[in-house]
Protein backbone atom coordinates (compact mmCIF):
# COMPACT_ATOMS: atom_id res chain seq x y z
CA UNK A 1 0.00 0.00 0.00
CA UNK A 2 1.48 3.32 -0.68
CA UNK A 3 2.28 5.85 1.72
CA UNK A 4 -0.64 8.45 -0.09
CA UNK A 5 -2.88 5.94 0.19
CA UNK A 6 -2.16 5.69 4.30
CA UNK A 7 -2.09 9.00 4.40
CA UNK A 8 -5.31 9.34 2.52
CA UNK A 9 -7.18 6.68 4.64
CA UNK A 10 -5.56 7.91 8.08
CA UNK A 11 -7.44 11.49 7.50
CA UNK A 12 -10.58 10.02 6.71
CA UNK A 13 -12.40 8.19 9.17
CA UNK A 14 -15.04 6.47 6.81
CA UNK A 15 -13.28 5.35 4.14
CA UNK A 16 -10.99 4.09 6.73
CA UNK A 17 -13.86 2.15 8.35
CA UNK A 18 -15.26 1.14 5.00
CA UNK A 19 -11.45 -0.42 3.98
CA UNK A 20 -11.40 -2.45 7.52
CA UNK A 21 -14.94 -4.26 7.27
CA UNK A 22 -14.11 -4.63 3.41
CA UNK A 23 -11.62 -7.53 5.13
CA UNK A 24 -14.44 -9.26 7.18
CA UNK A 25 -16.30 -12.23 6.27
CA UNK A 26 -19.78 -13.01 8.26
CA UNK A 27 -19.54 -16.16 10.25
CA UNK A 28 -16.31 -18.15 11.30
CA UNK A 29 -14.91 -19.77 8.21
CA UNK A 30 -12.33 -22.06 8.60
CA UNK A 31 -9.22 -22.37 6.66
CA UNK A 32 -10.31 -26.07 5.81
CA UNK A 33 -13.27 -25.10 5.06
CA UNK A 34 -11.91 -22.07 2.20
CA UNK A 35 -9.06 -24.55 1.20
CA UNK A 36 -11.28 -27.02 -0.75
CA UNK A 37 -10.38 -24.74 -3.71
CA UNK A 38 -6.48 -25.28 -3.08
CA UNK A 39 -5.12 -22.04 -2.51
CA UNK A 40 -7.45 -19.02 -1.33
CA UNK A 41 -7.29 -16.14 -3.24
CA UNK A 42 -9.75 -13.13 -1.96
CA UNK A 43 -9.56 -9.94 -4.15
CA UNK A 44 -6.21 -10.57 -5.24
CA UNK A 45 -4.91 -11.66 -2.20
CA UNK A 46 -3.60 -14.85 -1.24
CA UNK A 47 -4.20 -16.28 2.17
CA UNK A 48 -0.85 -16.50 3.81
CA UNK A 49 -1.65 -17.78 7.11
CA UNK A 50 -4.79 -19.52 7.92
CA UNK A 51 -6.82 -19.58 11.53
CA UNK A 52 -5.44 -17.16 13.76
CA UNK A 53 -8.16 -17.15 17.08
CA UNK A 54 -8.59 -14.06 18.14
CA UNK A 55 -10.79 -12.81 21.12
CA UNK A 56 -13.58 -11.30 18.58
CA UNK A 57 -12.89 -14.09 15.57
CA UNK A 58 -11.06 -16.15 13.18
CA UNK A 59 -8.37 -14.62 11.42
CA UNK A 60 -6.87 -14.94 8.19
CA UNK A 61 -4.05 -13.15 7.15
CA UNK A 62 -4.01 -12.23 4.11
CA UNK A 63 -1.05 -11.11 1.62
CA UNK A 64 -2.13 -7.42 0.68
CA UNK A 65 -4.69 -4.71 1.82
CA UNK A 66 -7.81 -4.39 -0.13
CA UNK A 67 -9.14 -1.48 -1.22
CA UNK A 68 -13.17 -1.42 -1.78
Do not use: E
Request: proline share 1%; net charge positive.
Amino acid sequence: MSKTTLASLAGNNAKLHAVLLYHVVKGKVTAAQAMKCDRVIVGGAAVVKANVIASNGLIHVISKVLIP
